[in-house]
Nanobody, 128 residues
Framework: QVQLVESGGGLVQAGDSLKLSCASSGLTFSRHAMGWLRQAPGKEREFVACISWSGGSTYYSDSMKGRFTISRDNAKNTVYLQMNNLKPEDTAVYYC?????????????????????WGQGTQVTVSS
């Protein structure tokens, strides 16, 4: 049974930083690209970032590019999301998810439907 457990969320002020972690079990972690997605109140779930199985490739939503950094430690079966210069519009529940793919190519980037296993989420609230 796949388990993804996020941690690191909290209440911060605009401009602050947070680092989210996601520990996985029940899957061959190094054979999956891993992603972070988020859902704000009243909005649909959206893609945040994704990292290939090796960590050699990363993908970001345009609105997070330059502020967020995704990384992974395959020895610890853990994926991270470093979030800097947080904005009130970043307030959401952040989910860790495993992609069905190991990596992506130039013709096709990560899509929400690629992520079949999700964690329970961690709340990030950014006050202005």
């Amino acid at each position: 049974q796949v388990q993804l457990v996020e941690s690191g969320g909290g209440l911060v002020q605009a401009g602050d930083s947070l680092k989210l972690s996601c520990a996985s079990s029940g899957l061959t972690f190094s054979r999956h690209a891993m992603g972070w997605l988020r859902q704000a109140p009243g909005k649909e779930r959206e893609f945040v970032a994704c990292i290939s199985w090796s960590g050699g490739s990363t993908y970001y939503s345009d609105s997070m590019k330059g502020r967020f950094t995704i990384s992974r430690d395959n020895a610890k079966n853990t994926v991270y999301l470093q979030m800097n210069n947080l904005k009130p519009e970043d307030t959401a529940v952040y989910y860790c998810a495993a992609s069905a793919l190991e990596d992506y190519g130039p013709l096709r980037g990560p899509q929400l439907t690629d992520f079949g296993s999700w964690g329970q989420g961690t709340q990030v609230t950014v006050s202005s």
